[in-house]
């Protein structure tokens, strides 16, 4: 029974707390990249997708528990994000080389 | 049907060692869902990005359309919701059944709030002629004082409309899944040592917090 609790890692109140507080606070600063983001250009899209990226992070590692999840779990869950990027690459590479033969598209 | 015996006070199917291999195996096939969420919604987002790269003054003027102070209020509330979904998790680790009763029930109510405001924005849409794809009404848009500088707008809000509308049932089904946990919550079902549905619903959840998280500078900031 005792060793049960081990395993299954209970995060402290106080964690789940401050990485709310975290994410209230990125989307602020989202927003307030927003507002200036005739200043941030080229980068406005990059910084946005940026601050998306922190805040996936702290959902996946605390709130899914991912931080203190089995290895095989993990392995599992980014193999996901492997596929989807294969899948933008391979896409990205079919339609813009159609653009600039000036074919199909 | 698998017989089953109880092992540290859980039911455990025959075909596991205990209660732990259980519970890890479950939860294990939770996340091989996920995958296929990632996976779903992914195609939907790669294809925005690439047809976003091909016409941006197109997608610029879609995504004016949109109010990004919704869509700010809505992340606000996902976000809280997360906290409470995984607090009702919480709740049960430490074996205290009435407040996880709360937490999850405040998560419904977020969610609820969320559904809401996305019916607003939709049957504003809709009012002014905003359509997926072909559907796209530019007759009641010039009515509406729209002049529209891309006819063929509807691309844009084919992938709104398709990306937050597939988003939207997965908050119904949410809903549904975490009414559903907390009535067993109600009857006491749950305890430090069995909790698996509720872990489960919370990572769904999560995933449905996880892709808003995306979503929102994708459709409304980014344009």
Same mark, same amino acid.
């Given at each position: 029974m005792a060793q049960h609790h081990d395993e299954n890692h209970i995060t402290p109140l106080n964690t789940y707390l401050k990485v709310a507080g975290g994410l209230f606070l990125l989307t602020f600063l989202t927003i307030g990249a927003h507002a200036i983001r005739e200043h941030l250009q080229p980068f406005s899209a990059l910084i946005a997708f940026a601050i998306a990226g922190v805040k996936a992070y702290l959902v996946m590692a605390w709130f899914m528990h991912l931080k203190y999840d089995t290895v095989s779990n993990r392995i599992i869950f980014a193999t996901g994000f492997f596929f989807l990027a294969l899948l933008f690459a391979i896409s990205s590479l079919d339609i813009f080389t159609r653009i600039y033969q000036g074919s199909v598209l | 049907m698998s017989t089953s015996r109880v092992v540290n006070g859980v039911n455990v199917?025959? =075909?596991?060692?205990d209660e732990k291999h259980q519970y890890a195996s479950n939860k294990e096939g939770i996340w091989l869902f996920m995958v296929t969420e990632i996976l779903m919604f992914g195609g939907l987002f790669v294809g925005y990005i690439i047809y976003h790269s091909m016409y941006p003054e197109l997608f610029a003027e879609g995504a004016s359309f949109l109010d990004w102070r919704l869509g700010f209020i809505n992340t606000l509330v996902l976000i809280f919701s997360s906290l409470t979904m995984a607090l009702g998790i919480y709740y049960n680790q430490i074996s205290q059944p009435k407040k996880a009763t709360w937490a999850l029930a405040i998560t419904l109510i977020c969610a609820a709030t969320f559904m809401v405001i996305k019916y607003f924005e939709y049957t504003h849409k809709f009012h002014i002629g905003i359509f997926p794809g072909a559907m796209l009404n530019l007759e009641t848009l010039k009515e509406h004082g729209y002049n529209i500088? =891309?006819?063929?707008l509807g691309l844009y809000f084919g992938f709104y409309f398709c990306m937050s509308g597939l988003h939207g049932i997965h908050v119904l089904i949410g809903m549904g899944l975490i009414a559903w946990v907390m009535i067993k919550n109600m009857k006491r079902e749950f305890n430090a040592n069995y909790y698996t549905p509720v872990e489960g619903v919370g990572i769904f959840w999560h995933i449905v917090d996880l892709i808003w998280i995306f979503l929102f500078p994708l459709l409304y900031l980014v344009g």
């Open positions: - | 199917a025959s =075909h596991y060692r500088q =891309h006819p063929n």
